[in-house]
């Protein structure tokens, strides 16, 4: 069985730390998920904590996305669901959180890890942080963590990255809004985020929360609309394109490892 992978939370000065990992480049069985989900919520009733910074460890990659050990695994269409609503589940749970969510982008990101960026109130990022909706590949689709990126890419950018699956560097992601800001140094990123997390620390809570839900107005539908499109994708990972996809994509790993 695969490892879980884990989550820490470390709250300092008003800020809370949310960090995770994955021995298979950050990537997110449902465990991790849950765990992340179950992490932000409490945060956002926890008075301690004004601002939160989400990252993972290494200096890898920032998120692999999907396990593709768990996706093989899936075997009905409930079991499908339930997976992907794990990431309909975290990225409501950063949309219903009254604090601001920064994430800390140090290396590639793929599907999933997408969709937690653009579910973030601010992204920063180092130069080689580029991006990816694999999904169609996959012969799924990025339909749960679309809503996320077309909210923030935009419509056009973000039928792009889900056409057209080829890596897009950090300077697209800057340019289309899914960062705010990109640097060339690990120094440079870790200094940004923290003075931005001290600021915000030490805005009013209740004016950052009013903030965040105008920022956030027309996604109450997103409940239902997210649950709707992890039916979707429960229904398509089942296809024999999509297990013959992730079976050869994992024995090309194994010949080059």
Known sequence: MEEAGEVSVKINNNIAAVTFSHPKGNSLPSALLRSMADDIKGLSEN??????????RGEGAF????????????????????FFM??????NAMRNCPKFIIARVQG????????????SDYALALSTAS??????ELGIGPFVVG????????????????IDTNWRDALWAENNGLYTDVFQEKEELDKAVLELAVRLSRTNPEAMAR?????WEGTDHWDMLLETRAEISGKLVLSEFTSNYISEFKAQGKKSS
């Open 108 to 119: 590639k990101a793929v599907g999933g890890g997408v969709g937690i960026i653009a579910a």
């Open 47 to 56: 008075e301690e904590t004004r601002v939160i910074v989400l990252a993972s």
């Open 63 to 82: 998120c692999g996305g999907a396990s593709f050990t768990e996706l093989l695994d899936i075997s009905s269409y409930a079991e499908g669901k339930e």
């Open 86 to 91: 794990g990431f309909a589940r975290l990225i």
């Open 131 to 136: 991006v990816k909706l694999s999904e169609l």
């Open 147 to 162: 809503p996320a990126v077309e909210r923030k890419v935009g419509k056009s950018a973000f039928s792009a990255l889900s």
């Open 211 to 215: 903030l965040k839900s105008v920022l």
